[in-house]
Nanobody, 122 residues
Framework: VQLQASGGGLVQAGGSLRLSCAAS????????MAWFRQAPGKEREFVAR????????YFADSGKGRFTISRDNAKNTVYLQMNSLKPEDTAVYYC????????????????WGQGTLVTVSS
């Protein structure tokens, strides 16, 4: 599967952005999808994941209550809605996909998008 992330940009603190990740192929609904991010000088970290059906979601503590992950299997797209953004959310955001079970470990994801930059100004 090929992934294409989009929707990043510059936003003021307290603002919102919605990231999208479009996937190729006809088996999107069999993949667990996740978002990760990497801030300058830091390691890549888990943000959120969603089960293949969309029934189950899980968030890193950093995004709980502010971020929502969803998917539209008919459109082969997963979304990350980010509200109440903070300067510390500034990072390149990546979508990732894997089959079978859900996990927050980046090394267990097989497919990655190219990343989209989110910059939150104070």
């Amino acid at each position: 599967v090929q992934l294409q992330a989009s929707g990043g940009g510059l936003v003021q603190a307290g603002g919102s952005l919605r990231l999208s990740c479009a996937a190729s192929g006809r088996t999107f609904n069999t993949y667990v999808m996740a978002w990760f991010r990497q801030a300058p000088g830091k390691e890549r970290e888990f943000v959120a994941r969603i089960s293949s059906s969309g029934s189950f979601t899980y968030f890193a503590d950093s995004g709980k209550g502010r971020f929502t992950i969803s998917r539209d299997n008919a459109k082969n797209t997963v979304y990350l809605q980010m509200n109440s953004l903070k300067p510390e959310d500034t990072a390149v955001y990546y979508c990732a996909a894997r089959k079978m079970y859900s996990t927050s470990r980046d090394l267990e994801y097989d497919y990655w998008g190219q990343g989209t930059l989110v910059t939150v100004s104070s």
